[in-house]
């Protein structure tokens, strides 16, 4: 990779989110020469996105870093020599000043693939907990072992609990283990642009090679695919070139896929092949640790009483806590003050009040009616039906496990019930989620609608 775009993009590692980052610009090819930089977009699509929301942006860099004022074009096209031989290249040109730009030693021709994955997504700086550990072994798996060991990969489970963390990791293991492995990530939505594009433009054939010259074909996100039937049509037949020739498919989706509604059956289907694990929302001590891990990879002093402080009352998934702890750190910053318990506490007030507010025990019993359609007074009431018994019992479990309630308030929050009915409650459907998976969804679906 060009040395300057390198610099590039380490300097707009701090200002963009790693999404963006890695969908619009680590696609993008470089290469520098004497007269300055050149960019090359993979497809027409992402050329308008990086030209309309970034190029502005890169150009500031680029004229910071080289100290002179540089304007940046971009063309759809690859770095590699034979790629750009038609002559259009020639895109860094200095605004003003005539002389050729100082700028970076040229390095020898970047290979033809360029992987977009993103380097701080790894297993070592994934934290391990019992809602993910299922899906971080089977990652392991696939990344030691592409193509055979599980193909597809399907992670699916909530928003922001690491799916597409996992995802890298898995693509930069494979590359850690053979530098020449092609791993090719995109989101889902990425994957329908391309194909747009390729339609409009009468390029499929192009298309369908880049999608099955690859090694590794990830996808983000694809619930997007819902309804959208010429692209489902086009993902079955990359699906099934990838798969019969033993190249590794890795998805992710933000529910089990045969719950996604205009999702064509025989996809769904090719889906279920492989292995699909649910990553689950992180329990105290997981979400605890994340943060910790978080605080110490960028270099911010959190001591674990304010870890604990942001997992306890931030349940609903590891992005927001995430975001949290970058808040902390900037005002920290910001104020020269040192992140403890008051400052936390002051900082966040209206965060943590919004993440308490949906968190009480009528808002659990009214959520829980609502889910499961019974009437609330049926929920409190004495009758034991079994169309009422469970709810009831779920509702108590969550209560304990997102309020800080005690079993005897719980109980008596729930028609004056004994202590030792809540406590039996929260054991039985512990084992339900373990062993019953419809038990598991519903549960799951129910933390996310109170603490989403
Ligand atoms: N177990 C974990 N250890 C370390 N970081 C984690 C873990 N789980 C999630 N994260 C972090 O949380 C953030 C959100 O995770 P990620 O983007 O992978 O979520 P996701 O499940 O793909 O969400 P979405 O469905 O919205 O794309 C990332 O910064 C990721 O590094």
Redesign the pocket.
């Known amino acids: 990779m060009s040395d300057l775009w390198r610099r590039c993009l380490e300097r707009l590692e701090g200002e963009l989110n790693?999404?963006d980052l890695h969908t619009w610009l680590m696609p993008l090819q470089a290469r520098d020469d004497t007269h300055g930089l050149q960019l090359f977009a993979p497809n027409p699509y992402t050329l308008d996105m990086v030209r309309d929301r970034y190029l502005a942006r890169i150009e500031t860099v680029i004229s910071q870093l080289t100290g002179h004022d540089l304007t940046v074009k971009l063309e759809v096209g690859s770095s590699s020599p034979r790629a750009t031989a038609s002559g259009k290249a020639a895109i860094v040109q200095p605004k003003a000043a005539p002389a050729p730009a100082p700028v970076a030693v040229a390095e020898p021709a970047a290979p033809s693939f360029t992987h977009n994955l993103d380097p701080?997504?790894t297993f070592e700086?994934?934290?391990?907990?019992k809602?993910?550990q299922l899906g971080?072994a089977a990652a392991m798996q696939v990344a030691m072992n592409p193509g055979r060991a599980y193909n597809p990969l399907l992670?699916y489970?909530?928003?922001?609990?690491?799916?597409?963390?996992?995802?890298?990791a898995t693509g930069n293991l494979m590359r850690e283990r053979n530098p020449d492995f092609k791993v090719l990530y995109l989101?889902s939505e990425q994957f329908v642009g391309s194909m747009i594009e390729a339609l409009r433009t009468k390029s499929m054939d192009e298309f369908k090679r880049r999608f099955r010259s690859v090694d590794a074909l990830l996808i983000?996100?694809i619930q997007f695919f819902a309804g959208k039937d010429t692209t489902q049509e086009e993902f079955f037949h990359t699906f099934n070139a990838l798969f019969e020739s033993k190249q590794q498919i890795i998805l992710?989706c933000?529910r089990y896929p045969k719950e996604v509604d205009k999702l064509e059956p025989r996809l769904k289907s090719r889906l279920g092949w492989g292995l699909s694990v649910a990553?689950e929302p992180?329990d105290f001590e997981?979400r605890a640790?994340?943060l910790l891990?978080?605080a110490h990879d960028k270099g911010v002093a959190v001591g674990e009483n304010v870890a604990m402080l942001l997992a306890k009352r931030i349940r609903s998934?590891?992005?927001d806590?995430?975001g949290a702890l970058n808040t902390l750190a900037a005002r920290a910053n910001f104020y020269g003050k040192p992140i403890t318990i008051d400052f936390a506490e002051e900082t966040l007030r209206d965060l943590l009040a919004t993440h308490a507010q949906a968190v009480t025990v009528p808002n659990i019993q009214k959520t829980v009616a609502d889910y499961y359609q019974v009437r609330l007074q049926d929920l409190l009431s004495k009758r034991r039906v079994r169309s009422l018994a469970r709810p009831r019992q779920i509702a108590m479990a969550l209560s304990k496990e997102l309020t800080e309630h005690s079993l005897p308030e719980i109980g008596e929050a729930f028609g004056g019930r004994d202590h030792t009915t809540v406590l039996h409650a929260c054991r039985t459907i512990k084992k339900l989620c373990e062993t019953d998976t419809r038990m598991r969804q519903d549960w799951e679906q129910l933390i996310r609608i109170l603490t989403g």
């Open positions: 790693a999404e701080h997504y700086t994934f934290v391990e907990g809602s993910n971080k992670l489970g909530g928003t922001g609990l690491g799916k597409t963390h996992l995802m890298h989101r983000d996100d992710t933000d990553i992180p997981t640790a994340i891990s978080k998934n590891v992005r806590l995430e």
